[in-house]
């Protein structure tokens, strides 16, 4: 895949580039797009997070401390809603720790609207990993260090938490865009962790740089463009590079992606490989749509509170009428 004209590449013949690692998910089993039983996807998880982690496994060997970065944020807002499956990330630590003898945390960050360890709690993240010897850690109540990344010519001044700087990381998006447009993505993910003043469209590529995790998994088990589907696909490799694969699925030119773009500089074409993701198929597949308005209210918060409304004999709040 071209950084420049959205192509894709599935060959090994590119040169000066970046080749990520994809693997199909089986669904075979699957009735419908979603499967809600955790361990029944976790279990048709083990085979591909094992060969996109391949590649990877003998940076990921040697860590002493392994944090592991999702998309991670509040569920029910008026977006896509999409976070990082927590199958993926349980089939990831479990993998790890089969594979290494690292400490391993998964990691978010509280804000002033919420407590990451809620977020953690209605994802599933935090029941999860009692399953693990693994924790989940807030950011927001670990030491930080400043760090200076310059990016284009000019200084950028970062705040960094102290794990992230310190430790090997695994980041993993979801496929989404973000409210403005472009991909959500490894970078991006990253970036919503750093504190920095900068431009924000050279804070991803500053932060990416700063912290250089070892690989990105992209979690394209669920794919959002305009509307959710099912992508059964990972993808592993650079951030940069899965970041480009991100955006050419979800339709996205990276020559309007002023972060991308410049983090992938003259890199060259990204190539993808691997058995079982026909990937043009799953562009095609993906709709071409933005997120919802900001001020429009979820439908999965409409229809949840219908239900809870309908046990409990309570009314449903003028707001939340319109939902559908």
Wanted: with cysteine.
């Amino acid at each position: 895949m071209s950084a420049t004209d959205n192509t894709t590449s599935t060959t090994d013949d590119a040169t000066n580039g970046d080749t990520v690692r994809a693997a199909a998910v089986d669904a075979t089993g699957r009735r419908g797009g979603w499967d809600p039983d955790i361990d029944a996807r976790m279990a048709a998880l083990e085979s591909p997070v094992r060969d996109v982690l391949e590649p990877s496994l003998e940076t990921l060997a040697a860590a002493d401390r392994l944090t592991l970065v999702p998309d991670a944020h509040y569920p029910f807002h008026p977006s896509s809603g999409m976070v990082t499956d927590p199958a993926v990330i349980g089939s990831i630590v479990s993998h790890l720790e089969r594979r290494t003898d690292a400490d391993i945390a998964v990691v978010g960050a509280s804000d002033e609207r919420i407590s990451v360890a809620r977020t953690a709690e209605y994802i599933g993240y935090a029941s999860l990993l009692e399953r693990f010897d693994a924790e989940f850690v807030d950011l927001a109540d670990e030491s930080r260090t400043e760090d200076i990344c310059t990016v284009d010519g000019s200084p950028i001044a970062l705040s960094v938490p102290e794990r992230l700087a310190e430790s090997t990381v695994i980041v993993v998006p979801s496929l989404r865009p973000t409210e403005n447009g472009p991909v959500a993505g490894a970078m991006r993910t990253l970036a919503a962790l750093v504190d920095s003043m900068a431009d924000p469209e050279r804070v991803p590529v500053a932060a990416t740089r700063v912290i250089e995790p070892a690989v990105s998994v992209l979690d394209a088990t669920i794919a959002y463009g305009g509307d959710p589907t099912a992508g059964n696909a990972l993808f592993a490799g650079s951030a940069s590079a899965v970041d480009a694969v991100a955006s050419s699925l979800l339709g996205r030119s990276l020559e309007t992606d002023a972060a991308l773009k410049t983090a992938r500089g003259e890199a060259g074409p990204v190539t993808v490989e691997g058995d079982g993701v026909d990937f043009e198929r799953l562009r095609e597949r993906i709709p071409d749509g933005e997120l919802p308005p900001s001020d429009e209210t979820h439908p999965a918060v409409s229809i949840a509170y219908r239900v809870y409304a309908a046990v409990a004999g309570d009314a449903v709040p003028p707001q939340l009428e319109g939902g559908r």
